[in-house]
């Protein structure tokens, strides 16, 4: 009997190893895949999706705009910026690119439309649309992700400079490798 129970034990304690073994034990998840794209083409995939963006809003509605931003530093992808997306690649030395643009509208704009114009844009492109319904993290209004790794949080201000409304976008690209010459001090 005793010699049973042993036994017993020695098969549960090597099945539990085999199935521990067999990759059945917490795996960490793969790493974002870096993106092969160069710092100039980030950039301007990035500025002319915020054109597009501007576009769908009728050109009488926007008063005043600043951007969108031609150069910005190359932030280390280890910088968490409360997006959707884990940017905690510091072992890769990639890097990403923010952008930005700053639209100011008429009294007469209609932002939850523009907003729901901006998320129905995306529809059906595989993009990530997340509103500020509980399910964005970022705190944005709205949030637009494409599959290529840029990201798009849009946030509606309303009675800001000068008792303007102001739409404002903050982009983030994917995380890339810098190019040989990078100066973390540069804009790019």
């Known amino acids: 009997m005793k010699h049973r129970l042993f036994r017993a034990l020695a098969v549960a304690v090597l099945a539990c190893t085999c199935l521990v073994a067999s990759g059945c034990a917490v795996q960490k998840p793969d790493p974002e895949p870096i993106s092969p794209l ?3 083409e980030v950039r301007t995939i990035q500025n002319e999706q915020l ?3 501007a576009a769908l809003i009728p050109a009488e509605q926007i008063v005043d705009r600043w951007g969108p931003i031609e150069a910005t530093a190359g932030l280390s992808c280890d910088t968490d910026l409360g997006g959707r997306k884990p940017y905690f690649q510091e072992e890769t030395g990639t890097r990403m690119l923010t952008g930005g643009m700053d639209l100011y509208l008429s009294d007469s704009a209609d932002v939850p439309a ?3 114009q901006f998320a ?3 529809s059906g492109l595989d993009w990530i649309v997340a509103a ?4 964005n993290d970022a705190q944005a209004d709205l949030v637009l992700e494409s599959p290529d790794g840029f990201s798009y949080y849009v946030r509606f201000y309303p009675n ?5 409304n102001n739409i404002s976008f903050t982009s983030f690209g994917p ?3 810098p190019p040989k010459d990078f100066n973390p001090h540069g804009k790019y």
């Open 175 to 177: 995380c890339v490798i």
């Open 120 to 122: 129905a844009s995306k």
């Open 132 to 135: 500020a319904d509980g399910t």
């Open 160 to 164: 800001t400079v000068g008792g303007k």
């Open 51 to 53: 054109e597009e963006f």
């Open 38 to 40: 160069t710092f100039p």
């Open 114 to 116: 523009i907003l729901e």
